[in-house]
Nanobody
Framework: EVQFVESGGGLVQAGGSLRLSCSASGFSFRTYDMAWYRRAPGQERKLVASIASSGVSTTYADSVKGRFTISRDNAKKMLYLQMNGLKPEDTAVYYC?????????WGQGTQVTVSS
């Protein structure tokens, strides 16, 4: 059974940092490109950052470029998102999943709240 468990969210002041973690299981993690997504209140889930299966290449949404860094540890089946310079507009529930049109069942996500 495929499972994603996201953690590391919390309440932080604007300008602060958080590091999100995603533990993946039930599939060949090292085979797939992976991504972080977020859903802000009243909005659709959107792509934040993606990383190739090898970890060599990454992409970012314009809104987080230069502030967020995605990484992975294939041996541990872990995906990470280092978030620096957080802004109130980064407030959302953050999820991990495959970086493709075909996705596995979503996990519960981790809430990030940035106060101004």
């Amino acid at each position: 059974e495929v499972q994603f468990v996201e953690s590391g969210g919390g309440l932080v002041q604007a300008g602060g940092s958080l590091r999100l973690s995603c533990s993946a299981s039930g599939f060949s993690f090292r085979t797939y490109d992976m991504a972080w997504y977020r859903r802000a209140p009243g909005q659709e889930r959107k792509l934040v950052a993606s990383i190739a299966s090898s970890g060599v290449s990454t992409t970012y949404a314009d809104s987080v470029k230069g502030r967020f860094t995605i990484s992975r540890d294939n041996a541990k089946k872990m995906l990470y998102l280092q978030m620096n310079g957080l802004k109130p507009e980064d407030t959302a529930v953050y999820y991990c999943n495959r970086a493709s049109a075909v996705k596995y069942l979503w996990g519960q996500g981790t809430q990030v709240t940035v106060s101004s």
